[in-house]
């Protein structure tokens, strides 16, 4: 089975933080995912997503991102049945973000170059293959009849 969501949108409103019984963080918010088509005359249409994130991820998201930032999340979808006050039974949709990332320009975000997946931040320039040290790797001389693949 395969539940996957990519999404990218601009925040709604901060995200809101709360801590669990059991001391885990974990922050719900809301993105605005612009619709893909638009029809003549008519005005660009957007989905109103809610996502919570766990623990690190939470954190990252309530510290670096804020109403209107431009984020992307990975995650899954997950349901969850609740009363509302009227007694009636409701059923929620929710992404479950597994990762978040920077998308905006550096002055929409206010965090120059770092580019993020959940809370730990990527290097700013990626690892050389000339670095290596020399018996990292092996020649493989084969014939055309004996390719590996």
């Not at 893909?36 to 989905?47: C, N, P």
Request: glycine share 8%.
């Amino acid at each position: 089975m395969i539940n996957s969501v990519v999404l990218m949108g601009r925040l709604v409103a901060d995200a809101e933080m709360r801590t669990t019984t059991t001391g885990k963080s974990v922050a719900t918010f809301r993105i605005a995912v612009d619709r893909g088509f638009v029809r003549a005359g008519e005005e660009r249409q957007a989905d109103f997503i809610t996502v919570v994130a766990w623990e690190r991820t939470a954190e990252f998201v309530c510290r670096y991102f804020s109403k209107g930032s431009m984020i992307a999340v990975q995650g899954s979808i997950q349901t969850r049945s609740y009363e509302d006050k009227t007694g009636a039974k409701r059923t929620a949709f929710e992404v479950v973000a597994r990762e978040v990332s920077f998308c905006g320009s550096k002055n929409e975000s206010g965090t120059a170059g770092v580019a993020n997946t959940g809370a730990y931040a990527q290097p700013a320039t990626p690892p050389s293959f000339q670095t290596a040290a020399a018996g990292d790797f092996d020649e493989v001389s084969l014939e055309e009849e004996e390719l590996p693949f």
